[in-house]
Structures are given as C-alpha cells and as structure tokens.
C-alpha cells in the first residue's frame, strides 16, 4: 500500500501528521518518552474493574511470530535472484563462476564481483493453520529474497511465499515443520463495537513477542491508501515491527491484522490501523488456493453522491454510489447499468456510499449472478450483472482535477459561472478534443463560482444537464430554467474532459 515507508532507520514523515506503516527494520532506534508512574489510588479508573490478559495472551502467544525477510539487491536497488551456491567439484564450476563474475564487471571495472546490497526487515505475523499456514502483511516481506518466521519458542523456519495482496497488503506464507504448529483462527470483525476491548501481539522495534491492549476506537477508517480501505482503528500500542500482527478480541480470535499507525514521531501515539477480518479471510483464502486474488468486476467507474448531488437527482438523502463511466467490455454493459445510475444495493447489501461498492463486489464471486439496485431518474430498478473477474488494470479512481488550458474567446452564453460555446471546428483543435466527444464547451471559468469549486475547468464540456442531454449553448440555458421551475436548488452536470472521460459535478444555481 502506498503508505510513507519505513526505512533501515526510521519512517518518513513528510506530513504534520504522517501514516507510517507498522513494520520497522531490524535496528530501529527507540524514542525516548517520559516514565509514567504506576498509578497507586484505589480511586483509579484504569485500575478499577481492569481484568487481567496474562491467560489469553498465554493462550495465543505461541502462535504468533517475527518475521525476518532479507532483500539482496545490486546497487541500482535491483532486486538480485538467489544464485545457486556451486562447490569446488561442481561440473563446470570455474565456467558459471567466471560467468556471475564477469556480469559486474561493466562499469564496476575489470574482474571486481558484482557488488551487491542486502536489507534487512523486520515484521510480525500469525499462524492460521498448524500444518505451517502464516499471514502477515505484504508490505513486511516485500520482494525479500529470503523469510525466516521465528516463533516465541525460538524455533526458526524458512518460509516460502504462498501468495500476496498489495491493494489490501496481505501475504500468506509457508513454514514447513515435522510436528503441528500452534494456530489461531479468525473471528468475526463484524461483531465488534467501539469500546470491545482488543489485544495486540507483535515485534516492535525488533523486541519480540510483545502484549499491549486497548480498544477499538473506531471502524471503517478510509485512511486513502487503497481501493478497500475499511481500517479498524485501535488505541492498542502498534509501532515498527507490530505490521503483520494480530489484533485479538477477548475470546482469542483474530479479528484484524495491525497494519499502520498515524503518527508525527513514528511511535505510537495511540492510533493505530488494522485491516478487519471480514476482509482478510476471503483474501487469504484466494490466496491459499489460487496463490492470486481472485476479485468480482462490475466493470464501472464511480463517484461518491454529496448532498448537492442527492438534491439534483432527488435521492432525498446522500446515499450510493453514482456511476459516472460503464466499460464497453464489462459486465456492467450487457447488463444495462448506464451513467447516471445510483447503486443503492448490490447482491443484496446496502451501499450506503461509493466506498462501499468496490469491497462488496471484490469480495462477490466471480461468475455469480448478482442482482443490483439502480436509481435510475427517480426511480428504482433491479438489474442482474454476470460477475467478472477484475483486471490487473482496473481501478476506482476518483474524478481528477484537470489542468486547465487557455481560455478562449468570449462564449455565446453565460450561465452558473460560465462562459459555455457550441463546439466549432477551431475550439475542438484549441482544445485537443477527441472526436465523438459531445456536449457544450467550457471555455471561462468564474474562479468565484461554485463550479470553480467543484473543479470545472476550461476545455472541458458540458454533456448532460440534470440527465438530460444538451448540445448547445441555448440547451443548456433552457434545461437550467426548467430545473429552477422544478424547484431544484442545484443543477447536476456531466462534465467530460477532452478524452471523454466523464464525471458527474452538483453546481448550485443561484
């Protein structure tokens, strides 16, 4: 995930406040924070009532692990394959030895070795299966070429990778051993509350099995760093090194895998991420059988409704997810889902916002059947989508700012902050405009307006008009008259850029 990385020494923090993922290499300095004294009044109220973790933590220790993974790479920062280790007797030894030598002589100069840098990380990790099955995060192992899952006995086991998800960063690895290995199971993170108490297990700063306790102190956190962020957030203490590690309710179950923390310092400060359950089991499941994830596609690009836009198209409240583009080759087309449509539920689960949306059908399988919930033009319609399987490619992505180009000559009309003119042939090449792209361009923007502020720009076009098409000036002039009749206090437009590409922007008319 695409958070600030956590280096040899220390995380980056180019922010007042920064997101630091939760795995530290294995030489980490410790900040230094003030001694709190034990508190010694019976009128405590984090002594009162406090009961003691020592049987559960005793219960689940033994299967959690550190995780160590070694990266070779060339100085380019070049990740290097393990070379096989060939002896003096080998069958053409001298040749495949003059062979690697003479691959780092280049610029490194005659007959010097290729020079080589290794790193070194250090995370922590769980084991969900006694036959050697361990997750962690994807982040913490990286593109290592080496992983050592070190358990709180002292028992030391080379893993391979079974498979990784960087978009929810999870990995699943494999130990081997000739005896069952301590295991701990999922629970349920769809039961728990703000306020449950939770127990974290992990390495930090290379330390070892290390407890700390707290509560959930919120969930569904969206901390930007992907496509199905859904973060329990937690006050139990997660530093370098807890990333990968498990966050246990009171039962002993695994209801969230630590991942990153939010802090100014890179220690903790009493925030810490977690990715829930309820997400990681079908991803680990994927990636067990299939050694890939295998996600639904719906094969539509979405945008979030905000109160301006639920007005505009009479949803009452801000609810669903608007679909602001449909691929020609998904399975959204053939379906019948088209711009403009609010997905209110799909397979029979609310979507309260566009957030929602990608985690439901990532999670849906692929090949299913899927009845969804559409407003279409105030009213509600069912359409059943043949799931597909989600391409590399594919990603929700939000609408962009575009860089504005120059403005051109005064337009024929102006209307809720700009100045708008019927495409002519030296517009669409002012412009770059692809050809069959429709609709009224934009070609000065009020910086004062409220279409400023959603992000209007000029060479962009104004295509639909409250989901109604227009293709001129005098279009548009008309369907804003009709809204304000129909008592409608902001106009909903479909904007396309150059290209074509489309989003949906609420305006208000004044």
């Not at 609010?342 to 029979?348: E, S």
């Not at 304000?484 to 106009?491: P, Q």
Request: with cysteine; charged share 20%.
């Amino acid at each position: 995930m695409a958070m600030h990385p956590v280096s040899a020494t220390g995380a980056s923090a180019p922010r007042s406040r920064s997101l630091a993922l939760a795995a530290g290499a294995a030489c980490l300095s410790l900040l230094a924070s003030p001694v709190l004294a034990p508190a010694q009044t019976a009128a405590s109220p984090v002594l009162q009532g406090q009961v003691s973790l020592a049987d559960l933590a005793e219960r689940v220790m033994p299967a959690v692990v550190n995780i160590a993974a070694v990266t070779t790479s060339d100085t380019r920062g070049r990740t290097l394959p393990q070379l096989p280790q060939l002896g003096p007797d080998t069958p053409f030894g001298d040749l495949f030895e003059e062979f690697f030598n003479r691959r780092g002589q280049g610029q490194q100069g005659q007959g010097q070795a290729p020079q080589q840098r290794r790193s070194q990380s250090a995370g922590s990790g769980f084991v969900i299966d006694s036959s050697g099955i361990v997750v962690t995060n994807n982040h913490v192992i990286g593109d290592a070429n080496e992983i050592t899952v070190i358990f709180n006995s002292g028992l030391r086991l080379k893993a391979e990778v079974v498979g990784k998800d960087a978009k929810v960063d999870l990995a699943v690895l494999r130990v081997k051993h000739d005896k069952p290995l301590p295991a701990v199971k999922f629970g349920d993170s769809d039961k728990m509350r703000i306020g449950d108490p939770v127990m974290a297990i992990g390495n930090p700063f290379g330390l070892g099995g290390s407890v700390s306790s707290g509560i959930v102190s919120a969930r569904n956190r969206d901390i930007q760093q992907g496509p199905y962020d859904t973060y329990i957030q937690t006050d139990a203490a997660i530093n370098k090194g807890n990333s990968g590690g498990p966050l246990f309710n009171m039962a002993g179950e695994v209801i969230g895998i630590n991942t990153a923390i939010l802090s100014p310092t890179g220690g903790s400060v009493g925030i810490g991420f977690a990715v829930p359950s309820s997400l990681a089991t079908s991803i680990v499941d994927q990636l067990k059988e299939f050694g890939e994830t295998r996600r639904g596609w719906l094969g539509v690009r979405i945008q979030s409704v905000d109160d301006a836009t639920a007005e505009a198209l009479g949803l009452g409240a801000a609810r669903g997810a608007l679909v602001a583009g449909v691929d020609d080759k998904g399975p959204g087309k053939p379906a019948g889902l088209e711009v403009g449509d609010v997905i209110t539920k799909f397979d029979g689960k609310e979507v309260k916002d566009s957030r929602d949306l990608p985690r439901i059908v990532a999670a849906t399988p692929v090949g299913k059947d899927v009845p969804v919930t559409i407003m279409r033009k105030g009213k509600e319609e069912v359409k059943t989508v043949k799931l597909g399987r989600l391409e590399d490619g594919e990603k929700v992505q939000p609408a962009s700012a575009r860089t504005p180009a120059e403005p051109a000559k005064p337009a024929v009309t102006a209307a809720l902050g700009l100045e708008l003119s019927p495409q002519t042939e030296e517009l669409r090449k002012r412009y770059s405009i692809k050809d069959g792209v429709k609709g009224v361009i934009v070609t000065k923007v009020d910086p004062n307006s409220n279409a400023a502020d959603k992000r209007v720009q000029v060479g962009e076009l104004i295509v639909e008009i409250g989901q109604e098409p227009v293709n001129s000036p005098a279009d548009v002039t008309k369907r804003l008259d009709a809204l304000k009749k129909e008592g409608k206090k902001s106009a909903l437009l479909l904007v396309s850029n150059a290209q074509g590409e489309v989003r949906f922007v609420a305006v208000a008319m004044n």
